[in-house]
C-alpha cells in the first residue's frame, strides 16, 4: 500500500483552521477603529500567508504548527481591528491590575514568541539540518531576530505614514522602551515554548527507557 502523501494527511483539520481564521478576519475587517494602521498591520500578514501558500507543495508544516500559526494570526486579528492600544481585553486587563498602560500588545509580543518557536523550530529541524539539541536555543534565536526584525521595519513604516509621531502611530503609549520591552517578551516566549517542548521530550524519554528497562 503506498504511504499517504505529507500534504493530505490532516488536510481536513487545516481545512477548519482556515475557514475558521478568514471568518474572523473578515468579520473584524469590517469598520476597524483605524483603517491605515489596520491595513498596515496586515501588510505583514498578507505576505506571510502568501509564502505559506506558495511553499506550502514543499514545505507543509504538521498540524500542531498550524493551529499554533492560527491561533496567533487570531490574536494579532483582533489587535489590528481595535489598535493595540485599545484592544477591550487590555482595557480590562489594566482596570483590573491597575495598570498605567494597556498591555494587549505586550501579550501579543509574548505570544508571538510562544506560539511561532514551535512552527520555526520544525522549520529549522527539516529545513537547515541542524542538530536536535542546538535547534532549541537556535529557535529562541530566531524569533527574537524576527522580532526585531519587524521593530525595524515598523519603525520605518512609521516614520513614512506618520513623520514626527512614530511613538504615538505605534502605540507606544509613552514608553521610549517599548520596542525593547517588545524584542524581550518575544525572546522570552520562544524560551517558555522551548522550555516546556524539552521538558516534554525529557519525560517521554524517561518514560520510554523505563519502559525498555
Known sequence: MNAEHPISRGKTFRAILLAVYATLWTVLAIAPRDRTAWMLENLLVVLFAGVLIFTYRRFAFSNESYLLITAFLCLHAVGAHYTYTHTPAGEWLKEWLQLSRNHFDRIIHFGFGLLMAYPARELL??????????????????????????????????????????????????????????????????????????????????KRRDWRD
Not at 527539516?126 to 515598523?154: C, Q, Y
Not at 504615538?168 to 524584542?183: E, F, K, P, S
Open 125 to 206: 529541524l527539516r529545513r537547515a539540518w541542524i542538530e536536535h539539541a542546538s535547534a532549541f536555543w537556535l529557535t529562541a534565536a530566531a524569533v527574537l531576530a524576527a522580532s526585531t526584525l519587524f521593530e525595524v521595519v515598523e519603525a520605518a513604516v512609521a516614520q513614512i505614514v506618520s513623520p514626527g509621531s512614530g511613538p504615538q502611530w505605534l502605540g507606544g503609549q509613552g514608553d521610549v522602551w517599548d520596542a525593547q520591552w517588545d524584542m524581550t517578551l518575544a525572546f522570552l516566549g520562544a524560551m517558555t515554548a522551548m522550555l516546556l517542548r524539552w521538558s516534554l521530550e525529557f519525560v517521554t524519554s524517561r
